[in-house]
């Protein structure tokens, strides 16, 4: 038991700096991270610790279809009732697939910038494809 309250004290502040450093880091997204879609989405949304700032390329979603070709509408929207959250609408026609979502956001609240990707896909057999090749991002 003391080693675990020894690691518990140890971790502790680490965890409050962690918290108080900030960024506009996600709280989740539509579609989230690996999920199965039976179709394409029409839009993807982000949501968003702090507010986003409104600043070409420095708060984006990008979509990105698994030969590479982006198949969004390169304009994303940060929501002007919620500066939390962010969207891009898609291409129509998306068919059945892998999808990366790249990101990156611009906090209006500490100037500090966050980003990251992830999959999802549209249709089993792209999922299971990404599982049996063990495609790494």
Avoid: N
């Avoid at 611009?106 to 299971?128: I, K, M, N, R």
């Amino acid at each position: 038991m003391r080693p675990f309250i020894l690691l518990a004290a140890l971790a502790s502040p680490l965890l409050l700096v962690t918290l108080a450093a900030g960024h506009a880091a996600p709280e989740r997204f539509d579609p989230s991270p690996g999920a199965v879609l039976q179709a394409a989405p029409q839009q993807v949304d982000g949501w968003f610790t702090q507010d986003v700032r409104r600043q070409a390329d420095a708060s984006f979603i990008k979509v990105f279809d698994a030969g590479g070709k982006q198949v969004d509408g390169k304009s994303p929207v940060v929501d002007d009732a919620d500066r939390r959250h962010m969207s891009v609408k898609l291409g129509s026609g998306l068919g059945p697939g892998r999808y990366m979502v790249a990101w990156e956001t611009l906090s209006d609240e500490d100037d500090e910038l966050d980003g990251g990707c992830f999959w999802f896909f549209v249709g089993q057999e792209a999922a299971d494809a990404a599982v049996q090749s063990e495609a790494r991002l």
